[in-house]
C-alpha cells in the first residue's frame, strides 16, 4: 500500500493592514492553484490562514522534501506575491527571502512541517498554525501532550501508549539534532525543550518508529541575519489508536501559556487558540495566536476541516489570556515583557547599537 503524505507549507507573502491578516485575493489565488493540481501532484489541497499567514496543506504520495511539491508551494507564494504587490499590502513577498526556487523551500523562508505515514483503518490529523510567535512555541504543548500523563490519561490507561513516545529535538543555533525517550530521558528533554528559542521538537514518534507529530523549525532571523518578520510556526499531529485521542492533543492549550513573539517579534505575550476567524492579530499586533484544523485521512483524502478551537469551551483560557496580555502589556519595553537582550541579537536591537556605538564610552580606569 502506498504511503500518504501531509506537506504544510507556510509564508507570510504580504498583509493588510499591517501585518494583522491575510487578503481574500492571496487566498482565491493559493486556492486555485492547488486546485489545478488536485488528482494531478497532489492528491488533495486545503488553503487557510493564521493572521497573515499563508497555510498549504497538501496531500501526496511523493515523501517529504520532494522537489515537484515544495515547487509548487514556492510558485504559489511567489503569485501571491504578485498579487500582495499590485495591491501595495504591506510586507508583500516578505517571507521569500530568495530570489528563485533551488530545489527545497527550507532555508528560503517559508516555513515547512510535512509526514509520511501508512494509513490506519482511521486516520484523524490536527494541524496547528500559529501567528506571531517562533518555533519553540510548541515544546510546551507537544511535552504536555506526549509526555505529561496528567494531560494525556492514555499513557497510563492505554496500552499501546504506555511506553511512551520518542522526540527528536533541534538545536536551531548549535545545528545539531538528538532523540530521547520519554517517560525516561523526560527530564534531560526538558532542559533542553524549556529554552524553546534554540532547541525545538521536530518531530515525535511512537516507540515503533511511527510518525506522531511534525513541526516547522524554520527560523527565519536565523536565516535572513537580521529581523524579518516571526517564523509563525506549524505543527501536525496524528491522534487516537496508539497516539493521543484527538482532545487529549488539544486539551493542553487550555493552559495560558507565554511565548515569543508579537510585536515586531521582540516580546513575550500570551498564546491564544482560537477559531479560524479569530485568527486576525489586532492588539499590539497581535496577541500571538493559533488555530487547529482536524481532518480524517482518507486515501490522502482530507476530509473536513473542523475549527478545532471554535468551541466555548476554550473561552476561559482566551479570557486568562486576556487578561495575561494586560498584565505583561503594562510593562512596556521592560523585560521579560521585551525579550531579553541575547534573544534580540536578531532582531531590532543591532540597529540601535550601529547608530549609537560611537556614544557610547569606556567605563574602564586607564
Ligand atoms: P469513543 O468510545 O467515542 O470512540 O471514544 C474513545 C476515545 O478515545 C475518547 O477519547
Ligand atoms: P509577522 O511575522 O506575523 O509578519 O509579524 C511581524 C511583526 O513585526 C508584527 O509586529
Ligand atoms: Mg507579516
Ligand atoms: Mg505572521
Keep these: 500500500m502506498s504511503k500518504t503524505t501531509i506537506s504544510v507549507i507556510k509564508a507570510d507573502v504580504g498583509s493588510f493592514p499591517g501585518h494583522s491578516r491575510i487578503h481574500p485575493r492571496l487566498l482565491e489565488k493559493a486556492q486555485k492553484l492547488l486546485k489545478e493540481e488536485n488528482g494531478k501532484l497532489l492528491i488533495d489541497s486545503f488553503v487557510t490562514h ?17 522537489e515537484k511539491v515544495h515547487r509548487l508551494a514556492w510558485d504559489v507564494f511567489s503569485e501571491c506575491t504578485k498579487i500582495a504587490k499590485s495591491l501595495k499590502l504591506y510586507g508583500a513577498g516578505q517571507d521569500l527571502l530568495a530570489d528563485a526556487f533551488s530545489g527545497n523551500v527550507r532555508g528560503m523562508g517559508p516555513g515547512v512541517a510535512e509526514m509520511e505515514f501508512e494509513e490506519r483503518g482511521s486516520d484523524p490529523v490536527l494541524i496547528f498554525m500559529a501567528d ?22 492514555g499513557l497510563v490507561i492505554d496500552p499501546s501508549m504506555h511506553k511512551g ?14 532523540r530521547l525517550s520519554c517517560p525516561e530521558e523526560l527530564y ?34 536565523l536565516v535572513a541575519g537580521r529581523y524579518v518578520g516571526k517564523d509563525d510556526p506549524v505543527m501536525i499531529v496524528r ?10 492533543v488539544i486539551e493542553p492549550f487550555c ?35 493559533c488555530i487547529c484544523m ?15 478551537f471554535d468551541d ?33 541579537e536578531y532582531t531590532t536591537l543591532p540597529g540601535v547599537e550601529t547608530e549609537l556605538a560611537d556614544r557610547w564610552e569606556s567605563l574602564s580606569l586607564k
Design 50 to 66: 493564521c493572521g497573515d499567514d499563508l497555510e498549504l496543506i497538501m496531500t501526496h504520495t511523493h515523501g517529504v522534501d520532494n
Design 132 to 153: 506571531k510567535t517562533e518555533p519553540g512555541a510548541w515544546n510546551f504543548f507537544l511535552y504536555k501532550i506526549f509526555a505529561d500523563p496528567f494531560n494525556t490519561s
Design 165 to 178: 513516545f520518542i522526540f527528536e529535538v533541534h538545536d536551531l543555533i548549535g545545528k545539531r539534532k538528538i
Design 188 to 221: 534531560s528533554l526538558l532542559v533542553y525543550i524549556g529554552a524553546p528559542s534554540r532547541y525545538v521538537i521536530k518531530h515525535v514518534f511512537g516507540r515503533d518508529g511511527s510518525i506522531a507529530a511534525s513541526t516547522s523549525t524554520q527560523h527565519l532571523n
Design 239 to 248: 491522534a487516537q489508536s496508539g497516539f493521543p485521542s484527538v482532545g487529549e
Design 255 to 289: 493552559t495560558p501559556v507565554l511565548v515569543a513573539g508579537w510585536m515586531r517579534g521582540s516580546h513575550h505575550g500570551p498564546f491564544l487558540p482560537v477559531g479560524l476567524c479569530e485568527s486576525s492579530c489586532t492588539r499590539f499586533d497581535g496577541p500571538p495566536r
Design 294 to 308: 482536524g481532518f480524517q485521512v482518507s486515501d490522502g483524502r482530507l476530509i473536513g476541516p473542523a475549527d478545532m
Design 312 to 344: 466555548p469551551a476554550f473561552d476561559r483560557v482566551r479570557s486568562r489570556c486576556n487578561e495575561l496580555a494586560d498584565i505583561i502589556r503594562a510593562q512596556g519595553p521592560f523585560e521579560p515583557h521585551r525579550r531579553s537582550l541575547g534573544e534580540m
